[in-house]
């Protein structure tokens, strides 16, 4: 898989999971409506890897939603990795 390909398949997990989440959990409906934009770029084709997540702690460093054993952690881990392309970063690899 590529790196477009991770990224795509990264954002649609994301984007599904907000969506799920977006009646229960108002930072999710916040996240989601920041990065609607972002997603929609992105199953377009139209963003490549590298590129600055800058969403990050977006709701503030105390925020639940950054809870690492929450339903989103992993998920928007797995797309910051993906947009960011730390897979081909030197200190990725150390």
């Known amino acids: ?3 477009i390909e991770k990224l795509k398949f990264a ?9 799920d989440y977006k ?4 930072d999710a409906s916040q996240m989601l409506e920041w990065l609607t934009p972002l ?3 992105i199953k ?8 600055r997540y800058e969403y990050r702690m977006a709701l503030g460093k105390d925020s639940p939603f ?3 054993y929450g339903p989103f952690s992993r ?3 797995d797309f910051a990795c993906a947009l960011e392309d730390w897979a081909s970063q030197p ?3 150390q």
Do not use: C, H, Q, S
């Open 1 to 3: 898989m590529d790196k």
């Open 11 to 19: 954002a649609d997990n994301f984007r599904i999971l907000l969506e």
């Open 23 to 26: 009646w229960r959990d108002r």
């Open 39 to 41: 997603f929609d770029e």
């Open 44 to 51: 377009a084709g139209r963003v490549t890897p590298p590129k």
């Open 66 to 68: 950054y809870d690492t």
């Open 75 to 77: 998920a928007e881990a």
């Open 91 to 93: 200190w990725y690899k």
